[in-house]
């Protein structure tokens, strides 16, 4: 079966990139980096808020694709100023899960739109 790619998601703001939401390949979804963003562009934040939006992106993503937020196996998380912001996002993360799935988090040294933080993730079904 060919991949499902995910274009239009109600909600979601479509993107100036040329990009899938995500791409669904058997019982793996790849949902593709997040940002704070919102019909009228993106919008500057603290790194609680541009989180909280981004895994809510994320998540609208995911459940277009047939997936929810306890099929979500990985998470990768860009900060702009890890150190600064690393509390605020972990207290997101924690408020989202009741399972916490597998994450990597690192500094990049610049994010789209100056963004503070961006979240992109991998659901899985069917994978026992």
Do not use: W
């Not at 408020?95 to 899985?124: C, D, H, N, W």
């Amino acid at each position: 079966m060919p991949p499902l790619h995910i274009t239009d998601v109600s909600g979601v703001p479509a993107s100036p990139s040329p990009i899938s939401n995500a791409v669904v390949v058997g019982g793996t979804c790849h949902i593709s980096g997040q940002l704070s963003v919102y019909d009228d562009g993106y919008r500057a934040g603290s790194a609680r808020t541009e989180a909280e939006r981004a895994f809510e992106l994320v998540f609208k993503i995911a459940q277009a694709a047939g997936f929810d937020r306890d099929d979500i196996v990985y998470i990768d998380i860009a900060f702009s100023d890890i150190e600064r912001d690393l509390a605020e996002v972990n207290d997101v993360c924690r408020a989202q899960f009741s399972r916490f799935p597998a994450r990597t988090i690192y500094e990049a040294a610049k994010l789209p739109f100056g963004a503070k933080i961006k979240i992109q993730a991998v659901a899985m079904k069917d994978c026992g």
